[in-house]
Structure formats: C-alpha cells, structure tokens
C-alpha cells in the first residue's frame, strides 16, 4: 500500500503543494539531496521511492544500522561509473542517518557536492543536533509531521478497499476504525500493520467484519473510552491535573495511563506538566519545573513507550511536591497593574548607557553594581516611581518557599532603604 506518486502521499500537505521544493524535485528532475526529518510512519522512506522512481533514477538504500563507510564508499563508486557510462543518475536513501558517526557522514560530503548520487537521508531526530553542518548545507532539509487521524483514516480506508491491500474482502466497524485510528499516533505504518493481523484474522474464521474485539485481540491492547477530541479528553486530562494538586500520585498515575493507553500524544501530557510545574507547585519546590521540563525533553528524544516512565516520575514528583501558586499570582498582578496603566518611566540609573550621548542624557548615572557591594545588595530603587513598594510575590511559606519568606522580607527592607543585610 505504499503510494506510488506524490499525488498518493497524505498528511504532508506542506510539501506537496504545487511549486513546493519536493514537487520541482520530482517533476523536474533536480539532482537535490533531501534530508527527511520527522516521526516514524510519516512517509519518509515512501518519499525517497517517489523521488527515485519518478525521475527513473537507481535507487540505492542503506541503514545506518549496519552499513559502514565501506558500504558508502562502494555505493558512491557504483554511482559513478553508471553516471559516466548511461548518465543516470543513482538516489541513495539512507534511513536512520542520525546514527552514522562523523567520519560516515563526511564520506558523503564529496559524492553529494559533485552530485554524484542524490541522497535522501532521513531521520527521527533532530537533524542540527546529529547531522554534520557541511552535509546539511549541502541538503534541502524537509520536515514532516505526524500523520493526524483524518489522514491515517484515508490510508486505512484506502487499504481496506484497493486490490493492493484487502481488496474489499473485509470491512471495518465503526468503533473499531475509531479505535486503530486512536493507537496508530499518528504511525500509518503502525495502523496497517494492525489491519492487516486483525484481517487475517477475521477471514481465518471466515468472518469479513472487523470488529472492536477482534482489533484488541490484534494489537493486544485494551480500548479505553476516551476521545481525543470529546468530553473524556478535557475531563481526563481535568482529573490528572487535579489529582496532581491534589497530591494523590496514584490517581495522578491511573489518569496518566489512561491517556497512554488511548493514544494521547504524550507531549500534549507534557506540556500540561510544565506548565502545573510552575502554576500549582512553583518556589514550593524548584526542582518540579525541572522534572517536568525533563520529562517533556524525554518525550522528544526517545517517544513512547520508554518515555511512559519518564511522564510517570514527573507526575509523581510534581504529585508529591510541596504546592504553592505565589508565582502565578506574582505575574498576575503585575501584568494586571500594566494592563490598568501602571507601567512609569525606568529609573535613569537602570536605563542602557552604552550608545553615545547616552550619559548626557543620566541614563546610567549613580547605578550601583551590587557585586560591589559587600553585602551583594544594593539599596537603590528599581521600579517605576509608580510602582515603588508594590509587592506582587507573596511566598506561601510551603516547602522550599519557607526559607524564601524571611529573606524576601529582608531583601525588601534593603532594597528599599529600610534595613541593611546581616
């Protein structure tokens, strides 16, 4: 069921546009190299078969798994020779490029700047961190997004009904389709390979309905009511989020797997526990914005289903932390004063001295630089004339935020000209 044309491909929409620089590569036949950067079963392997067979060039694949410089080299010498003897030019696509070293990559360099082969590389990470900078200059870099239900539906219901796939000998019931739609996260790999074990199945039995249970069965995982676009993604996301302030870890975890199991997409849970992390938690306890902003950087990097664990020790941390929403109100009540117009001239001695004439005008004058001051704090007036004495951070004196009270208060009074530092 791979596409065969451009004009076959779904969910890519960005680069499939008329003009776009994927199409002139295919239909103009451009000796471009491409590197694909995106999640698994966005295409990119499909892709890299349109270019090479679209333009009738070789094609020559790799995996960075198990191919060496070796390997490289006598794929660029082959190239070589039959552009020299027919003129054809070769794509070499090589599928998880991230993985070469430095010195595979850079065998590469010399083929692709004298366009000896056209390469397609791709890639599941992110292609300025594991890529070298003298290939990806020498590349156009496509990025490719995850496959959103709609698109895997297209793919699905395409592959129940084309001769290629099932040829029409199957159908799909209405919860079920729901159900592969929700698991595939945006994988069509992963959705097919699911309907085609579930098929099997089904016409094994001499059945040719493919129902919910016979789709469990399949891909061994359990449907959990729950859509991603309804009443049970708010209210379950709802639940985590106020389990977690609520500091019940366990019930924080249950709604946690819940979303997994039903193929939430875990940067969405990811970037509800940065957020709570500051929000709900705060100077209670510091560390909670760095677990969660850990954990959101562990989705990134490694996905499901290692990162489960990552999200879970996230969630129980920020569950178990200390709560606090004094930094939420401190940035409330300030953007509040500057939305009610309170927001009066900066001081002349903060003001930026460094272009000419700036000191003519006092920006910068009688500035004290608080290392230089014995006690590291300066009493000087840093807020508008407008906004002098207004506190907006109110520490809760919960957790961490205990010890913050008493030097807040005492930093107030130096900074204010009311006290000096012990």
């Not at 295919?26 to 999640?39: C, W």
Request: proline share 5%; net charge negative; glycine share 8%.
């Amino acid at each position: 069921m791979r596409p065969r044309t451009l004009d076959e491909v779904v969910g890519q929409d960005q680069l499939l546009a008329p003009g776009s620089p994927l199409r002139r590569l295919v239909e103009g036949d451009a000796p471009m190299s491409l590197i694909l950067f995106g999640p698994p079963g966005t295409g990119k392997t499909t892709l890299a078969l349109i270019v090479s067979n679209a333009t009738n060039r070789r094609f020559e694949q790799l995996s960075a798994l198990n191919a060496g410089v070796k390997d490289v080299r006598e794929v660029i010498a082959r190239a070589k020779l039959d552009l020299e003897r027919t003129g054809r030019q070769t794509v070499l696509f090589i599928d998880e490029i991230h993985r070469f070293s430095k010195t595979q990559q850079d065998s590469l360099l010399a083929a692709v700047e004298a366009r000896h082969v056209t390469l397609v590389a791709a890639t599941t990470e992110n292609p300025f961190f594991s890529i070298v900078s003298p290939l990806l200059s020498r590349s156009l870099l496509l990025t490719l997004q995850p496959l959103d239900e709609d698109a895997v539906g297209v793919l699905v219901d395409r592959a129940i009904a084309d001769e290629r796939g099932l040829g029409g000998t199957v159908s799909l019931a209405d919860d079920a389709r729901a159900h592969l739609l929700r698991l595939s996260g945006g994988d069509a790999r992963r959705a097919l390979t699911a309907l085609e074990a579930a098929a099997g199945t089904v016409l094994a039995e001499g059945r040719d309905v493919v129902d919910l249970a016979t789709l469990e069965q399949a891909v061994d995982t359990a449907a959990v009511r729950y859509d991603r676009d309804g009443d049970q993604h708010y209210d379950v996301i709802s639940a985590f989020i106020k389990s977690i302030r609520g500091s019940d870890a366990d019930a924080a975890v249950h709604y946690l797997a819940r979303m997994l199991e039903a193929g939430e997409d875990p940067r969405f849970i990811a970037r509800r526990l940065v957020v709570h992390a500051s929000e709900d938690v705060g100077l209670a306890d510091p560390t909670a914005l760095l677990a969660a902003t850990a954990a959101a950087q562990a989705v990134q990097l490694i996905g499901l289903p290692e990162a489960r664990i990552n999200l879970a020790q996230a969630t129980i941390h920020l569950a178990l932390a200390p709560k606090s929403n004094a930094v939420v109100r401190a940035i409330d009540a300030a953007q509040a004063d500057v939305r009610s117009g309170l927001a009066g001239s900066v001081p002349p001695a903060l003001r930026d001295s460094h272009y000419p004439g700036a000191r003519k005008l006092g920006a910068g004058q009688r500035y004290v630089y608080p290392p230089d001051v014995p006690d590291g704090v300066a009493a000087q007036q840093y807020p508008p004339d407008e906004l002098v004495g207004r506190d907006y951070y109110e520490p809760s004196g919960r957790g961490a935020e205990r010890a913050i009270v008493e030097r807040l208060a005492r930093l107030r009074e130096i900074l204010r000209g009311r006290g000096r530092s012990e």
